[in-house]
């Protein structure tokens, strides 16, 4: 099996939970692309997180908590000269999350190439980050950087846009960043909100990735039809219903269920686009992927929620 490495933020969520008359907050460890490890770990498979926390006791938990879960954190810096990011979360009635974020200066931040273990890409593997290391400009260089040690290296290149509009400075254009990640990947997932918010036409940006050579385009719409595109066509599916307590790590579930897959087939850039045109294989994929989705948001959490193989069997 390949293994995944996952670079960008590892933070706390910390969880807000109201009653007696004062908000008090749960302590849950998580960040995009630790999420995905840890789903991928979580899942049976083989993964590692690239990225950089605190020396503090948030930094601590974080270790703790992938390790816990079975993540190679051996990529993992420790640094004292900035904190780990927090990320404030409030649920509505529906489930439905809202962001506060603490992360101005994070230790996350200022991750860059060169911290790059020598060996990180000696062999093949399925490489996957975020938008969020986008948002400055040093981080930014640095993602597309990894992207591109990891294309050169003959390696699987996976973007989720995860887009969070708090985390970018004001009146900051978010598009061109997060479209020259996208277009430096093989696959990029993003939700049908980012598309309406960043870019409004899903036809339009479709075809302008597939002419970069993205390979796999996924957009997702919560319980709604999740559309599928690639470069001989397009299907649709229906994802698994789900009762909805907590949508914090759902699309990461959703990415970590498909690279799962990826990795388990051994599929790397010179078998992509065969193993996608066997619709029967790709839709297998994803149904896994979006079962692991409706697991995760049926409970609370980002890395807890995460589900077992077993759970999505």
């Not at 590692?48 to 879960?69: K, P, S």
């Not at 969070?164 to 061109?176: F, I, K, P, Q, Y």
């Not at 051994?266 to 619709?279: A, N, Q, S, V």
Request: charged letters at 25%.
């Amino acid at each position: 099996m390949m293994k995944v490495i996952a670079f960008g933020e590892a933070l706390i969520d910390m969880l807000a939970l109201s009653g007696e008359g004062q908000r008090r907050f749960l302590e849950q460890p998580g960040g995009a692309p630790a999420n995905v490890a840890v789903g991928v770990a979580k899942l049976g498979g083989q993964a590692r997180f690239v990225g950089q926390v605190g020396e503090d006791m948030f930094g601590d938990t974080l270790v703790r908590a992938m390790e816990h879960y079975g993540v190679d954190t051996s990529a993992l810096r420790r640094t004292a000269d900035a904190l780990t990011a927090l990320a404030f979360v409030s649920l509505d009635d529906k489930g439905e999350r809202s962001f506060a974020f603490y992360r101005h200066g994070s230790a996350d931040l200022l991750y860059r190439a060169e911290h790059c273990p020598a060996d990180l890409f000696s062999r093949p593997v399925i490489f996957h980050s975020g938008s969020n290391t986008l948002t400055e400009p040093d981080i930014h260089i640095t993602t597309l950087a990894m992207m591109q040690k990891a294309r050169e290296a003959d390696c699987l290149v996976s973007f989720d846009v995860n887009y969070r509009h708090n985390l970018w400075t004001a009146g900051a254009n978010a598009r061109e960043p997060i479209w020259d990640a996208m277009a430096a990947a093989d696959i990029v997932k993003l939700s049908r909100e980012e598309l309406d918010a960043l870019y409004g036409n899903e036809d339009k940006l479709v075809r302008q990735l597939l002419e970069t050579g993205v390979r796999l385009i996924l957009v997702t719409d919560g319980g709604n039809p999740l559309n599928v595109h690639w470069s001989g066509g397009s299907t649709q599916l229906k994802p698994t219903n789900a009762d909805v307590t907590d949508s914090t790590a759902a699309g990461d579930a959703f990415v970590a269920g498909l690279l799962y897959q990826l990795a388990k087939q051994e599929i790397g850039p010179e078998t992509l686009d065969r193993w996608i045109e066997d619709e029967a294989s790709l839709g297998r994929a994803l149904d896994f992927a979006c079962k692991c989705g409706a697991v995760a948001v049926s409970r609370y959490g980002a890395f807890d929620a995460l589900p077992y193989q077993e759970e999505v069997r």
